[in-house]
């Protein structure tokens, strides 16, 4: 196999994990955590988003929790954002990193805002720009390029139409997110390997949902195809915003054990990560998809 020496992750658990929870986190237990994730080595953190908290309760104390924080030099803490109103709550409360994002699904954007999701993509400009103005880096992210609701496959040149519009603003750094849950490991390996050699100037990230069981196999599809950056949470939280009852994201905890054991760096400390993980399925007290807080390491067998 042809596989990375060394991957990058990013917790996502405090933003695409929470808001899918009925339990509101206080923004002290939410400093909490993330000053445990930096301690076990977590570079990229994605402490919340900035929408609307009457949609989004569980987010509501995003702008706080980064006043909490404050800048950790070299983490990288970023932030969902919609809008030109999200920068404007970037700025106030001291976020340095926001993330943009569009349905990749034709039929739900224009049946919705009557718009292909690369004039969505367009109308991003005032907010890229008000963000640059402030050193606030921008990224952005195409949910559902390997599958949706609405159509079932996407077409790849609709996947690039979008990635097109993102490069147009300037933005390099593009995540790739199976929110429906329906990537298998094949589709995402002729995927990105076909990103990777079409657009080489751009960052990729992958954003698996476990909806499936297939998170971890599409994973190591990805790392085959050259990609390095993966969004992950902690005990699986979250879940699939079209499968009621479904599995969340991917857990940390899953992924860091199976880099370990494939001997590959990931910079996280797996005993810290597991403890924190732990911690937090008993206090939402659901059975959130983690095999490794199931069932240890593979190492802690060995007597
Ligand atoms: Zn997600």
Redesign the pocket.
């Known amino acids: 196999m042809n596989l990375p020496i060394k991957i990058n992750i990013c917790e ?1 658990g405090l933003r ?1 994990g929470m808001q899918n929870e009925p339990r509101i986190f206080s923004t002290e237990e939410k400093t909490s955590i993330v000053n445990r994730l930096i301690e076990s080595g977590f570079k990229v953190i994605e402490l919340g988003s900035f929408m609307s908290p009457k949609a989004v309760p569980q987010m509501a104390n995003t702008d706080e929790l980064y006043k909490a924080m404050g800048n950790f030099e070299g983490v990288e803490l970023r932030a969902l954002i919609a809008n030109k109103k999200g920068v404007e709550r970037a700025i106030a409360s001291g976020c340095k990193k926001v993330k943009l994002n569009v349905s990749a699904s034709k039929a739900h954007n224009l049946a919705n805002i009557n718009m292909t999701p690369e004039e969505s993509v367009a109308k991003f400009e005032e907010s890229t720009n008000l963000a640059r103005e402030n050193d606030i880096e921008v990224s952005g992210s195409i ?1 559902m390029p390997f599958g949706s609701p609405w159509e079932g496959e996407i077409k790849v040149e609709d996947v690039e139409a979008i990635i097109e519009a993102y490069l147009d603003l300037g933005i390099t750094e593009i995540s790739l ?1 199976d ?1 429906s849950g329906m990537a298998v490991p094949n589709q995402v390996y002729t995927i990105c390997k076909s990103m990777k050699g079409k657009y080489p100037q751009v960052t990729w990230w992958l ?1 698996f ?1 476990n909806t499936r069981g297939l998170a971890i196999a599409n994973i190591l599809a990805a790392m085959e195809a050259g990609i390095k950056n993966f ?1 992950t949470s902690l005990a699986g939280l ?1 879940g699939c915003p079209f499968v009621p009852g479904a599995a969340g ?1 991917i857990s940390t905890e899953d992924v860091v054990h199976m880099m370990d054991e494939m001997g590959i760096e990931t910079g996280i400390d797996i005993v810290k990560t597991i403890e924190l993980a732990r911690e937090l399925q008993e206090i939402v007290e659901g059975s959130t998809d983690s095999y490794i807080l199931k069932a240890g390491r593979s190492k802690d067998l060995i007597r």
Do not use: Y
Request: no cysteine; glycine share 10%.
């Open positions: 996502v695409d949910s997110s929110a954003h949902h969004d979250g994201n």
